[in-house]
């Protein structure tokens, strides 16, 4: 029973993380087609602003989500050094501290602009 109730946890987790990512989504979308509407310039693949990058630490390893959105999976390359993981896409470099060291990445998923990283 421990077991189902550890997968529910996370699972529960993991669903409110989702809500608040496309949540998030959803009010850049609309902070974008406001700007637009008022004439701002705003390029599909430019960065504005701070990207939202969740590190969730459980027994199985080390999650991160990140917001890439305007990035390609080709331009994607991330070194892992310890306890810090650099992202890099084109112009882009975000460093993330991790809760502790990771000696690698054993899943990575990019879809829609959100990049899922599970680290060991």
Do not use: C, W
């Not at 996370?10 to 998030?24: D, G, K, P």
């Not at 990035?71 to 460093?95: F, P, W, Y």
């Amino acid at each position: 029973m421990g077991g189902i109730d550890k997968n529910h946890h996370f699972s529960a987790r993991l669903q409110r993380h989702t809500h608040h990512v496309y949540a998030r989504l959803l009010q850049q979308g609309l902070l974008r087609a406001a700007r637009r509407r008022e004439g701002e310039s705003m390029p599909e693949n430019e960065f504005h602003g701070q990207r939202m990058v969740d590190v969730m630490e459980g027994k199985d390893g080390i999650t991160i989500i990140a917001e890439l959105f305007g990035v390609h999976v080709d331009d994607l390359l991330m070194n892992l050094e310890g306890d810090s993981l650099e992202i890099t896409a084109g112009q882009l470099r975000k460093n993330v501290a991790l809760p502790r060291p990771a000696k690698s990445i054993i899943m990575k998923s990019f879809k829609n602009g959100i990049l899922e990283l599970k680290l060991d």
